[in-house]
């Protein structure tokens, strides 16, 4: 309870009053865009605990083994959209972070995974409709996310490590997560090779809990 109630103060006093989207500057780990998914950071150690607000996303669906393997055809179709391929033919800035919902699976095992690119705070109310019938407009919920950051290339080895390492730390603190699946997310392009920022997020369920360092 103790942990609870020191995340609960922290997240009333570091909140944004706008968590949503906004300037990167407010960031200290990503220069690539000029807007971003913002969050109030409620406390940090070993893993991060953060509140998102409510997020409009270009989405795509592939079911393949692995990430590597529905990146490009995924990536493809979301970076056609908005290039243009939308009901109004209009461009639309590129944001970080990608978002990949991962299912939780063995490597062997064939599953849907979900691609999303955030919809800059301009098209956040009315975004222009795909032309892509595979690709669809989703907004996610205001959620608390448990939160791990690592460097490098995101690839399955490195998620899947990252991941069963924050949801180890997580059961250690008795934290209470939706274990169905995680959230891989890449903050860098392709061309960045030094310096990467990567990170695995579990959805929060019931009280927050800090970690204990």
Not at 28 to 38: A, M
Request: proline share 5%; hydrophobic share 35%.
């Amino acid at each position: 309870m103790m942990l609870y109630l020191s995340a609960l103060v922290g997240f009333l006093l570091v909140l944004p009053a706008d968590a949503l989207v906004g300037n990167c500057s407010q960031l200290n780990f990503n220069t690539e865009t000029e807007q971003c998914l913002l969050f109030g950071l409620v406390c940090k150690g070993n893993y991060e605990v953060r509140h998102y607000d409510s997020a409009k996303w270009v989405t795509t669906n592939d079911t393949s083994f692995s990430i590597e393997t529905m990146m490009t055809q995924s990536f493809k179709r979301l970076y056609g959209y908005i290039t243009g391929e939308n009901d109004q033919g209009k461009e639309i800035a590129m944001t970080t972070p990608v978002v990949i919902k991962s299912p939780e699976k063995y490597f062997w095992h064939r599953a849907v995974y979900t691609m999303s690119f955030l919809l800059p705070a301009e098209h956040q109310k009315n975004p222009p409709k795909p032309t892509n019938k595979d690709v669809y407009i989703q907004e996610t919920p205001e959620m608390n996310v448990y939160v791990m950051t690592y460097g490098g290339w995101m690839m399955s080895i490195t998620d899947t490590y990252n991941s069963c390492k924050l949801a180890s730390s997580l059961d250690s603190a008795k934290a209470k997560y939706n274990r169905d699946s995680h959230y891989s997310v890449g903050y860098n392009s392709p061309m960045i090779l030094r310096e990467r920022h990567n990170e695995v997020w579990y959805v929060a369920e019931g009280e927050l809990v800090c970690p204990s360092q």
